[in-house]
C-alpha cells in the first residue's frame, strides 16, 4: 500500500517537473554555448546562474540560455581545441578570444554556418547594418571567397599607447621639455647623470619598457617603420595608402635607426636588462619599487593611473608622468605607430551541427544592435547605469566608478560582476572608457587623437586566399623568430650593425620575406579594391 | 613442447593469480595511457586538423620532418637539437657523479641526527616547483641580485675592481646555470637510490677489507663502487634514454630572447613554433616523436654496451 503511494507520488513529481520544464522554456529554445575569455571567465558566475549580461539578453531575444563550457579551466585555447575534436557537437554558439585563424581554417573546413547569406537575407539586421556603415571592417573580415564564419569584437577609441615621460625629473633638472629627438637625447642623458631620484647612486633607467617587443618600436623615433598594427607579428608595412608593401626589418631606415638605438643602449640610456626583465614587470619594478624608470611608450589610461597610486605616492610624492607628442628626428615629424587594431580576432561562431540556428544568430545578432551594444560594454540597465548621457552614451553610476576602482579596475569589475565587454561578437564604445580615464590621460589621448599628432599608415587588418595564408602561415613564425634574435643582437651590441646588416637580410630573404611581402601585396590589392 | 607450455601458463596463473590481479590495474592503466595513445603518432606524418581528426586529415608522408629538418626553420631545429644534447651531456657529466658522491659521503658518515638532517636537507630542493626555482635562479642573477653583489663584496675584500655581469644576458653562461640549478635541485633526491644500493652491501665485506688492510678509501673503490655497478649502470641506461629530454619548463621559464642562441632547446623551439596561436600540430607531433626515436635508439645501444661490458643491462 505504501509502495504503492510512494511510487505514484514519484510519478507525479517527474510529470510535474516536466511540465515545469515544458514551461519553463523560452519560445526561442535553448541555447547551448562554449564561451571563454581570458583563460578564466565563463557565462556563467560561481554559482552557476548566468552573469547580468548574458541573463539580461536571453530575456530579450527569448531564449534560454546554457553554459556548456568547463568552468574550472585555464586554457581557453586549448578547451576550444578539444571542442574541435568533437566536431563541436556539444553547443549552438562557440567563441573566445584568438580565434579567427581557427574560425577561418574549421568555417573552411565546415565546422561553421558561413554568416553572409543570413546577413543578405536580413536575418542579421543589426550587424549588416554596422558592416554596411563600416567597410573597412567587411573587408577585414569577410573571406575572398565571399564567406564569414563569426561575427567578431570590433574595438573602438583609437588612441593605445602613448610617450609618457618624468616631468617631476624635468622640473628637478631644471630642463625644458624636449621638442626633437635629439633634445630628448639631451633630456635622457641628464637623467642618466644628474641623478634626479636623488639617491646619490647613479642607477636611473632612462627608457624602459613593459615589454621587449614594445621597447623595439622605439626605433620609430629615427624614422623607420616597425610593426605594422596592434599585432607584433605583421611586420609587412606600406608608407601610405596604396603605397608599395615592404618587410620594414630589412629596410634601410631600419638599419639606420638600429645604429641609433645600439648607440643609445650602449650609452645606458635605454635600460640594459629591457630584453632579460620578466615581462609584464617593468612599471612596477621601475616606478613604484625602485623609482629609477624616465620615460616608456604605454598604454594612456592604465599608465596614467600611476600618477594617482597612493602606494607610489608616498615614496615619491613629486612623482608625476605626462604625455608627450612622439618626437622627430632631423627635422622630420614624428609619428606614432600603435593603435588600436580596427579588427580583434576574437568573437564568436555558430556550430554547423546546431539543431537552433535562428535562434543562435538572432542571439548573436542582439549585441550589435543599440541596447544590446549598450549592455555588453557598460552593463544591465538599471544596475551599473541608469540612463543615456547627453552624448547618447549609458553613464556610469557614481558607486560603480568607485567599486571598481579599489577591486583591480573597471574592466576586471565588468567581467566579473556583470559579464561585460567580453570579447564576443559586439562593438566597443569607447565612452566606457573615458569616465574613469585620469585627466591628464584623458589630455594625452586627445592630444594624440588631434591634427598635432600625426600616425603611420597601419597594414590593414586583411582576409588572405588558401594559398596567400599558407605561405603567410608557413613563414612568419620562422622569419619573426630569426629578425628578432638578430635585431636583439644588434641593439644590445652583440653584433655590429654594419658589418653585419647584408647577411641579415640576406638570410631574411632566404627565409621567405620577399615571399611573405608578395603575399601580403596582392590581398592589400583586393583589399583596396573592396573598400573603394 | 606444446602442451607443456600450454599447462605451463595456466598453471602458472592458478599458482599465482594474486600477482597478476596486483599487476592488472597497472597492466590496464599501461595499454590505456601509454599504448593507446601511441596511436596518435600518425600526426607526425599528416595535415592534421583537430576538427578532420586523425581520420579526416590529409596524409602527407615525411613532409612534416623534412620540413622540420630541412625547411626554413631547419637551423632553428638543428641549434635546438645540438644545444639539447650539449645541455644534456653537461648534466650527465657532472650531474651524474654527483649523486653517487653524495650517497657514498652519506654512507661513509656516522649515522645518526647530524647524517639524517643532512639527507633531509638536501633532498629538500626536489619538493620546490620548477616556477619558484626559476624566479628564485632568476633574482639571484640580476644585476643588482644577490650574486653579483656577494661577488663584488669578495673582490673588493682584496681590492679588485668587478663590473658586475648579467648573467641571464650572456649565452655561454645559460647551460652552466641549468646544469647547477638541476643538480643543486635533483641530487639528494637521486642520492637516495643509490644509498638505498650501499645500504645493502653486506658489512661483511667491508670487514674482510679492513682486515686486509684497505684504507676508507680502497674500500670505497673495491667494495662500495663495485657493490652498487649494478644500479649505477641501470640509471646511467635510463639517464642516457632521457638525453633528449632537456627539461622544457625549465628551460622555458629562465630563458629570453638574448640567449636563444644557447638556451633554446627542441622542446622549446617546437613551443615558440606555435607561439603566434596557430600550432602546427603535425609538425610538433614530427618534432616530439624524433625526440623519442633518437631516445630509444641511444637506450638500445647503450643497453648492448652495458650488456656486453658487464653482467647488468636492462634487457
Given at each position: 500500500m505504501k509502495l504503492r503511494l510512494i511510487t505514484r507520488f514519484g510519478a507525479l513529481c517527474v510529470l510535474l517537473v516536466l511540465v515545469q520544464g515544458a514551461f519553463g522554456q523560452k519560445a526561442g529554445g535553448e541555447l547551448k554555448i562554449h564561451y571563454r575569455w581570458n583563460n578564466q571567465f565563463s557565462i556563467s558566475q560561481p554559482d552557476k546562474s548566468l552573469k547580468p549580461v548574458f541573463a539580461f539578453a536571453a530575456q530579450k531575444v527569448g531564449v534560454t540560455l546554457k553554459d556548456v563550457a568547463n568552468p574550472v579551466a585555464t586554457n581557453d585555447t586549448q578547451e576550444f581545441q578539444l571542442q574541435a575534436a568533437e566536431q563541436f557537437s556539444a553547443a549552438d554558439i562557440y567563441g573566445g578570444s584568438s580565434l579567427a585563424e581557427y574560425f577561418y581554417q574549421y568555417g573552411t573546413e565546415g565546422a561553421f554556418v558561413d554568416l553572409m547569406p543570413y546577413v543578405k537575407s536580413g536575418k542579421l539586421p543589426n550587424f549588416k547594418k554596422f558592416l554596411d556603415a563600416n567597410p573597412d571592417v567587411y573587408a577585414a573580415i569577410v573571406n575572398p571567397e565571399g564567406k564569414l564564419y563569426h561575427m567578431?569584437?570590433?574595438?573602438?577609441?583609437?588612441?593605445?599607447?602613448?610617450?609618457?615621460?618624468?616631468?617631476?625629473?624635468?622640473?628637478?633638472?631644471?630642463?625644458?621639455?624636449?621638442?626633437?629627438?635629439?633634445?630628448?637625447?639631451?633630456?635622457?642623458?641628464?637623467?642618466?647623470?644628474?641623478?634626479?631620484?636623488?639617491?646619490?647612486?647613479?642607477?636611473?633607467?632612462?627608457?624602459?619598457?613593459?615589454?621587449?617587443?614594445?621597447?623595439?618600436?622605439?626605433?620609430?623615433?629615427?624614422?623607420?617603420?616597425?610593426?605594422?598594427?596592434?599585432?607584433y607579428?605583421?611586420?609587412?608595412?606600406?608608407?601610405?595608402?596604396?603605397?608599395?608593401?615592404?618587410?620594414?626589418?630589412?629596410?634601410?631606415?631600419?638599419?639606420?635607426?638600429?645604429?641609433?638605438?645600439?648607440?643609445?643602449?650602449?650609452?645606458?640610456?635605454?635600460?640594459?636588462?629591457?630584453?632579460?626583465?620578466?615581462?609584464?614587470?617593468?612599471?612596477?619594478?621601475?616606478?613604484?619599487?625602485?623609482?629609477?624608470?624616465?620615460?616608456?611608450?604605454?598604454?594612456?589610461?592604465?599608465?596614467?593611473?600611476?600618477?594617482?597610486?597612493?602606494?607610489?605616492l608616498k615614496v615619491v610624492p613629486d612623482f608625476k608622468i605626462e604625455v608627450f607628442a612622439p618626437w622627430g628626428y632631423k627635422g622630420a615629424q614624428g609619428f606614432e605607430e600603435h593603435a588600436r587594431v580596427l579588427v580583434k580576432p576574437d568573437g564568436w561562431v555558430v556550430s554547423a551541427q546546431s539543431k537552433n540556428k535562428d535562434a543562435a544568430l538572432a542571439f548573436m545578432d542582439w549585441f550589435y544592435g543599440e541596447e544590446g551594444r549598450n549592455t555588453t560594454n557598460f552593463g544591465v540597465q538599471g544596475q551599473t547605469w541608469d540612463k543615456l548621457g547627453p552624448n547618447g552614451h549609458p553613464v556610469f553610476k557614481p558607486e560603480v566608478l568607485d567599486e571598481s576602482a579599489k577591486s583591480g579596475g573597471m574592466n576586471r569589475y565588468l567581467w566579473e560582476k556583470q559579464g561585460a565587454q567580453a570579447p564576443l561578437g559586439y562593438f566597443q564604445d569607447y565612452e566606457y572608457e573615458r569616465p574613469w580615464t585620469p585627466e591628464l590621460a584623458v589630455k594625452g589621448v586627445d592630444l594624440y587623437a588631434s591634427k598635432a599628432v600625426?600616425?603611420?599608415?597601419?597594414?590593414?587588418?586583411?582576409?588572405?586566399?588558401?594559398?596567400?595564408?599558407?605561405?603567410?602561415?608557413?613563414?612568419?613564425?620562422?622569419?619573426?623568430?630569426?629578425?628578432?634574435?638578430?635585431?636583439?643582437?644588434?641593439?644590445?651590441?652583440?653584433?655590429?650593425?654594419?658589418?653585419?646588416?647584408?647577411?641579415?637580410?640576406?638570410?631574411?630573404?632566404?627565409?621567405?620575406?620577399?615571399?611573405?611581402?608578395?603575399?601580403?601585396?596582392?590581398?592589400?590589392?583586393?583589399?583596396?579594391?573592396?573598400?573603394n | 613442447?606444446?602442451?607443456?607450455?600450454?599447462?605451463?601458463?595456466?598453471?602458472?596463473?592458478?599458482?599465482?593469480?594474486?600477482?597478476?590481479?596486483?599487476?592488472?590495474?597497472?597492466?590496464?592503466?599501461?595499454?590505456?595511457?601509454a599504448y593507446k595513445p601511441l596511436i596518435g603518432l600518425v600526426i607526425a606524418f599528416q595535415k592534421f586538423s583537430p576538427f578532420k581528426g586523425i581520420a579526416g586529415s590529409p596524409f602527407v608522408g615525411l613532409d612534416n620532418f623534412q620540413r622540420l629538418m630541412a625547411g626554413p626553420s631547419a637551423y632553428m631545429f638543428w641549434r635546438a637539437l645540438k644545444n639539447t644534447v650539449q645541455i644534456s651531456l653537461y648534466g650527465l657529466a657532472f650531474g651524474f657523479p654527483i649523486p653517487i658522491i653524495l650517497a657514498i659521503l652519506f654512507n661513509e658518515a656516522r649515522e645518526g641526527v647530524f647524517r639524517k638532517g643532512v639527507q633531509t636537507v638536501s633532498y629538500l630542493p626536489n619538493l620546490i616547483s620548477e616556477v619558484t626555482i626559476a624566479s628564485i635562479v632568476l633574482a639571484m642573477l640580476q644585476l643588482n641580485g644577490l650574486a653579483n653583489v656577494a661577488i663584488e663584496g669578495l673582490l673588493g675584500v682584496f681590492g679588485v675592481d668587478y663590473?658586475?655581469?648579467?648573467?641571464?644576458?650572456?649565452?655561454?653562461?645559460?647551460?652552466?646555470?641549468?646544469v647547477l640549478t638541476g643538480i643543486w635541485k635533483n641530487a639528494g633526491f637521486d642520492s637516495i637510490v643509490f644509498f638505498a644500493a650501499l645500504v645493502g652491501i653486506s658489512p661483511t665485506l667491508y670487514e674482510a677489507a679492513r682486515i686486509d688492510g684497505a684504507s676508507r678509501i680502497q674500500r670505497i673503490r673495491y667494495v662500495s663502487i663495485p657493490g652498487i655497478m649494478p644500479t649505477i649502470i641501470i640509471m646511467l641506461i635510463i639517464r642516457v634514454g632521457n638525453v633528449l629530454n632537456v627539461g622544457f619548463e625549465r628551460v622555458l621559464l629562465m630563458y629570453n630572447p638574448t640567449i636563444y642562441s644557447t638556451a633554446d632547446v627542441l622542446g622549446t623551439f617546437t613551443f615558440r613554433l606555435g607561439s603566434s596561436g596557430f600550432i602546427d600540430y603535425g609538425l610538433s607531433t614530427a618534432s616530439s616523436m624524433f625526440n623519442s626515436l633518437v631516445g630509444f635508439a641511444l637506450v638500445i645501444v647503450t643497453n648492448r654496451i652495458a650488456r656486453k661490458a658487464s653482467e647488468t643491462s636492462l634487457w
Open positions: 567578431p569584437y570590433v574595438p573602438d577609441g583609437g588612441v593605445a599607447r602613448v610617450y609618457y615621460l618624468r616631468t617631476d625629473w624635468l622640473k628637478k633638472l631644471g630642463l625644458a621639455a624636449p621638442k626633437t629627438v635629439e633634445e630628448l637625447e639631451k633630456v635622457l642623458v641628464a637623467f642618466r647623470d644628474k641623478d634626479p631620484n636623488g639617491n646619490g647612486k647613479k642607477d636611473e633607467i632612462p627608457y624602459f619598457n613593459d615589454k621587449y617587443r614594445e621597447g623595439v618600436r622605439l626605433l620609430t623615433l629615427w624614422g623607420a617603420r616597425v610593426y605594422g598594427n596592434d599585432n607579428g605583421v611586420r609587412v608595412v606600406a608608407d601610405q595608402k596604396g603605397g608599395k608593401m615592404y618587410h620594414a626589418w630589412t629596410d634601410a631606415k631600419f638599419k639606420a635607426a638600429l645604429k641609433e638605438m645600439a648607440r643609445w643602449y650602449k650609452e645606458g640610456l635605454v635600460d640594459q636588462q629591457l630584453f632579460t626583465r620578466k615581462e609584464n614587470t617593468a612599471r612596477k619594478e621601475l616606478w613604484t619599487k625602485l623609482n629609477v624608470g624616465g620615460m616608456t611608450h604605454e598604454w594612456v589610461a592604465s599608465t596614467g593611473n600611476y600618477n594617482l597610486d597612493k602606494d607610489l600625426k600616425y603611420a599608415y597601419l597594414t590593414p587588418v586583411m582576409t588572405f586566399t588558401k594559398a596567400e595564408q599558407e605561405v603567410v602561415s608557413e613563414i612568419t613564425d620562422v622569419l619573426n623568430a630569426f629578425l628578432e634574435e638578430s635585431v636583439i643582437n644588434m641593439i644590445t651590441g652583440k653584433a655590429e650593425v654594419d658589418a653585419g646588416w647584408a647577411a641579415y637580410v640576406a638570410k631574411a630573404k632566404e627565409l621567405g620575406s620577399e615571399r611573405l611581402v608578395a603575399a601580403y601585396q596582392s590581398a592589400y590589392a583586393r583589399y583596396l579594391k573592396s573598400t | 613442447m606444446g602442451m607443456t607450455a600450454k599447462k605451463g601458463i595456466a598453471g602458472e596463473l592458478r599458482e599465482n593469480w594474486q600477482l597478476y590481479v596486483l599487476a592488472l590495474p597497472l597492466a590496464v592503466w599501461l595499454i590505456l595511457y663590473k658586475r655581469i648579467s648573467w641571464m644576458s650572456e649565452p655561454a653562461f645559460f647551460q652552466g646555470i641549468y
